[in-house]
C-alpha cells in the first residue's frame, strides 16, 4: 500500500495506513526522529500531514522551523491537519467555573485556576499554548495558506481520512491548512 499520509509526533497511535514519525523509536514507527534534525524525506513527499496534540509539546522558539519542515515535506496543494489544547475552551470553562471540563483531578489540584494551570501545561510538558488567532498566524507566516478552523472529525480537505486520527475532541482545537 502506498501510504502517501504522514502521521507526525505519533506518540503511540500508529496505524499501518499512515508513515508515522515520532522522537521515540518504537514498533510502528517508521521515521524515529526529531523533526528539528529534519525529517529523512524528500521535498514533497506527502499529500497530508496530521499531528495530533505534537506541536505544543516544542517551545515557542522552534514553532516556525517545525512547521517550515511540515511544510517542505508536503506536496504542494497538500494539507496539514493539527490538533492542539484549545486555551480558548480552557479559559471559557474556568471563566463559568465549570471544573467538571478539566481532566486534572482534585487529588492533585482542587482549584479551578490550579486545573487550567495544571491542563494547559499538562504537568509540564506542554510548552506552548495555542488559540485559533495564534495557530492561523504561525501557519501563515510559515507559508501555509487557506487556513481554517476545524470540528472534531470534519474536513474541508475533501479527503475524509485526515480525521481517522482525531481524539481528545473535547479539548482540541482542529486547524487544516494549505501548501
Not at 514519525?21 to 528539528?36: A, H, K, N, T
Request: aromatic share 8%; net charge negative; charged share 30%.
Amino acid at each position: 500500500m502506498l501510504r502517501h499520509r504522514l502521521n507526525w509526533g505519533c506518540g503511540p497511535v500508529r496505524p499501518r495506513e499512515w508513515v508515522n514519525s515520532d522522537l521515540e523509536p518504537g514498533e510502528g514507527v517508521d521515521l524515529p526522529c526529531d523533526i528539528r534534525d529534519g525529517l529523512p524525506v524528500a521535498d514533497d513527499t506527502f499529500d497530508c500531514v496530521v499531528s495530533i496534540h505534537g506541536l505544543e509539546q516544542l517551545p515557542y522558539l522552534e514553532l516556525d522551523a517545525t512547521l517550515r519542515e511540515l511544510r517542505r515535506v508536503l506536496r504542494p496543494g497538500g494539507i496539514i491537519r493539527l490538533s492542539v489544547p484549545d486555551l480558548d475552551r480552557a479559559i471559557t470553562a474556568y471563566r463559568e467555573g465549570n471544573a467538571g471540563y478539566f481532566y486534572v483531578p482534585d487529588r492533585d489540584v482542587r482549584s479551578i485556576g490550579g486545573k487550567l494551570s495544571v491542563q494547559m501545561t499538562w504537568y509540564g510538558s506542554t510548552r506552548s499554548l495555542f488559540t485559533y488567532d495564534f495557530l492561523e498566524e504561525l501557519l501563515g507566516r510559515t507559508g501555509f495558506r487557506d487556513i481554517r478552523r476545524c470540528a472534531f472529525g470534519e474536513t474541508g480537505s475533501g479527503d475524509p481520512t485526515i480525521v481517522a486520527l482525531d481524539n481528545r475532541e473535547r479539548e482540541s482545537l482542529f486547524v487544516e491548512a494549505v501548501k
